[in-house]
C-alpha cells in the first residue's frame, strides 16, 4: 500500500514527466500553470491508473498533498534529471518520469490544447468532460463567473464599465448560486456562500454609484474577489472535496478526508468574523452603508433568497451540530450486519 510519501514521489515523477514533454514541445517555462498542472496530473492518474488520492477541490481535481495544487512546472531537460528512466518508487508497476513524458507527448491528444488555451476557458471544456455529476455544471458556471471575477481584479479601468460588471457579475453568480443551491449534499455550504454573494453585489453596486475609486478603493475590492478564490468558493470546495475523495483510487482517503475537515473547522471559525471585517472596512471606505436591524429583515423577506439574520445564526450552528454528529457516528462500535 502506498503511503502520503510514495503517493508525493509519484506526484514528483509526473511532474518531471509534464516537464520533459514540455521541453520537446519547445514550450515556455509558464506554458503550465498550477491550475493546469492539477488537470494534467489528473488525466495521467485516469488515463494510466495510478493509485493516487485525491479530492475535487477549488479548480478540480487536486492530488492528497494539496500544497501541489500551488506549484507550476516549467520545461525541463532530461538531461538536467537525476534518474529520468526510474520511478522514484522501485518498482517496474509505476512509471517513470521519462514514460509519463512520453505519454504527454505522444500518447495525450489534447496537450495541445491546454498548453494554448487561456486557463479558464480551458477549465470550461476539462469540466465539461470529466466533472462529476452533480457538481459538473457547478463547476462550470464557477468558471465562468472567475472569468469576469480576474477582469475586476487585474484591470483598474474596471469602474469604467461598472454598471456592466455589476449585471454580468449578477448574472453569473446567481447562475452558480441556482447550481448550488439543487445539490443536497453541499447544502451545509449554500448559506455562507450566499451571505458572500450578497456583499459581493452590494459592494460593486456601491462602488458603481460613484463617480471613481481611490487606490484604497480599488485595493480593497481586490481583496474582496480574492475572498471569493480563498473563502467563499473555498469552503464549497473542501465539501465536494470530502464527498469525491472516497471516489478516487489511492490509499490515503482517511489522510485526506481528515485535512479536509481541519479545513473545514478552521474556515467555519473565521468566516462570518471575515465577512463582518470586511463589512465595516467598506462602511469606512464609504463602499458601503450601515445597515439596521429591519434593513437586514426586510430584505430577506423581499423574496431574494438571502439568508436572514437569523439563518446566519442557524447556518453555524447547524455546522457545528453536523460536526458534533460524524464525531459521535465515529465513536459508535461497527454495526454486526456488515
Known amino acids: 500500500m502506498l503511503t502520503r510519501a510514495d503517493e508525493s514521489d509519484l506526484i ?19 506554458s503550465i500553470d498550477s491550475i493546469k498542472l492539477n488537470k494534467l496530473v489528473y488525466l495521467a ?4 491508473e495510478v493509485p493516487l488520492t485525491f479530492g475535487w477541490y477549488k479548480y478540480g481535481p487536486a492530488p492528497v498533498d494539496l500544497q ?15 534518474a529520468p528512466h526510474e520511478s522514484r518508487i522501485p518498482d517496474r508497476r509505476y512509471y ?22 487561456r486557463t479558464k476557458e480551458f ?12 457538481y459538473d455544471d457547478l463547476y462550470i ?7 469576469i471575477l480576474d477582469e475586476i481584479k487585474s484591470d483598474d479601468t ?28 453541499l447544502r451545509e455550504v449554500q448559506a455562507p456562500f450566499r451571505l458572500y454573494a450578497r456583499f459581493l453585489k452590494q459592494l460593486i453596486a456601491n462602488a458603481s454609484a460613484q463617480d471613481a475609486l481611490s487606490a484604497s478603493q480599488q485595493r480593497f475590492m481586490k481583496r474582496i474577489v480574492d475572498y471569493y478564490y480563498g473563502g467563499a468558493w473555498k469552503y464549497v470546495a473542501l465539501k465536494i472535496s470530502e464527498n469525491t475523495v472516497p471516489l478516487s483510487p489511492g490509499h490515503n482517503k482517511d489522510k485526506l478526508l481528515t485535512s479536509i475537515e481541519n479545513n473545514r473547522q478552521e474556515m467555519r471559525s473565521d468566516y462570518q468574523d471575515d465577512l463582518d471585517t470586511f463589512k465595516e472596512r467598506a462602511i469606512r471606505l464609504d463602499l458601503a452603508q450601515e445597515t439596521t436591524r429591519d434593513d437586514s429583515v426586510s430584505s430577506s423577506d423581499s423574496g431574494s433568497n438571502e439568508p436572514s439574520d437569523r439563518e446566519r445564526a442557524e447556518l453555524w450552528s447547524c455546522a457545528s451540530a453536523e460536526a458534533l454528529n460524524k464525531s459521535y457516528k465515529k465513536s459508535e462500535p461497527p454495526d454486526d450486519r456488515s
Do not use: C
Open 141 to 147: 458556471k464557477n468558471a465562468q463567473l472567475q472569468q
Open 123 to 134: 477549465l470550461i471544456s476539462f469540466y465539461e468532460r470529466e466533472a462529476p455529476e452533480p
Open 45 to 48: 492518474v485516469q488515463r494510466l
Open 12 to 30: 514528483d515523477d509526473i511532474k518531471e514527466g509534464i516537464g520533459i514533454a514540455l521541453e520537446w514541445r519547445g514550450a515556455s517555462a509558464t
Open 68 to 82: 501541489y495544487s500551488e506549484t507550476a512546472v516549467s520545461a525541463t531537460s532530461q538531461d538536467d534529471l537525476d
Open 158 to 185: 474596471w469602474h469604467d464599465d461598472a454598471d456592466v460588471y455589476y449585471r454580468e457579475v449578477s448574472q453569473r453568480i446567481g447562475e452558480l448560486t441556482r447550481e448550488l443551491m439543487k445539490i443536497e449534499s
Open 96 to 117: 517513470s518520469p521519462m514514460e509519463y513524458a512520453y505519454f504527454f507527448h505522444e500518447t495525450l491528444d489534447e496537450f495541445d490544447v491546454i498548453l494554448q488555451a
